[in-house]
């Protein structure tokens, strides 16, 4: 049910002779349905105004298109469901995960707990405390760049499904569990990237890029982007020519892997360049949904980037690049060039 606010919002509007559409893209900007939108407009129609919203009315400056969004702040409506199921079905995911570790390595906590076994199942375990408060960063603070970040680990336990299957086959109730976690989350963020996800994550004052003339701060590609390139940046920079450098150094006949290093960190570079510099010129005043998906592929190539300078597994980042290179670069350009033509 639509809240009083805004409904003395939506007559306060039409009073004004603010478009209805625009009014409603004000409305979906703070979360509510399309049923809810309806439901004010329809409540408007068939309700007189009351004395002390006219007296409010009087008293607020008349609000024109470009300053609607102020009006209602996004602060003053809850979360939509769609959220909600987004991290209740993470949750479910996690707790499927653990389930999983549990049935299969139950049997060998004894041996596990008195050797460095202990030591390989901190890391999962660290990941899953961090999968924990990425949910909660984005569920509860609205913040986008968790809700992106999470899509990394997501995909790469996509793409090992084929394993999973595999595994069924040999262990149908281990495989199951491995499996469970996979489709929760699979659930979790058809939620998480539906339309009323996306327009509760998206930046504040993102819809005034629907007003001609209106400047827009699209914090995806000024703060959320750069900062990500830069931060993967330092780390291969340090791999690269600090500890790669020191196994050249002491085995001079792995040359061969360190120049392969070398070109795909010109690879990085480039996309560097045109991330950090042109794209962000050119998309920082205006703002799409497809900003989320651009950067959550950035997230997951720049992982597959540093993959190739970590000692010991850089030919799983090289599989990667092999592999995955002509698919993303297919997909990077097909949404640069839609969201060039949102601009």
Known sequence: MISPRFIDYIRHQLAAGVAKEDIKKALGINGLSEQDITEGFATVQTTPPVPSVEAHAVAQPVATPATQAEVVSPQVISRPPSVRYFELLMYASIAAS????????????????????????????????????????????????????????????????????????????AGLLALGPIVLEVAAFSFAFSSSSNTWFAPQGSMTSAVPGQAVDNTIWRKGIPRTNIGFMVVSLLLVFGLDLLILISNPGLVGFWVEMLVVLGIFGIFFYLENY??????????????????????????????????????????????????????????????????
Not at 112 to 122: D, E, P
Not at 123 to 133: R, S
Not at 296 to 324: D, E, H, M, S, Y
Request: charged share 10%; proline share 4%; no cysteine.
């Open 98 to 173: 653990i389930l999983t570790s549990v049935y299969q390595y139950g049997s060998q906590l004894a041996q596990i707990m008195s050797n460095a076994m202990l030591l390989v199942l901190t890391v999962p375990a660290l990941i899953l405390v961090g999968k924990f408060v990425l949910v909660r960063l984005a569920a509860h603070q609205r913040k986008n760049w968790a809700r992106i970040v999470l899509l990394a680990p997501f995909l790469m336990n996509v793409l090992g499904i084929g394993g999973i299957i595999f595994f069924i086959i040999r262990d149908p109730i």
């Open 278 to 343: 042109s794209f962000k010129r050119r998309f920082t005043n205006s703002y799409s949904t497809l900003d989320a998906w651009i950067s959550a592929i950035i997230v997951i190539r720049n992982l597959t980037f540093v993959l190739n300078f970590i000692p010991l597994i850089q030919l799983l980042g090289a599989a990667g690049l092999v592999f995955g290179g002509i698919p993303f670069l297919i997909l990077y350009s097909v949404l640069l060039y839609k969201r060039s033509k949102a601009v």
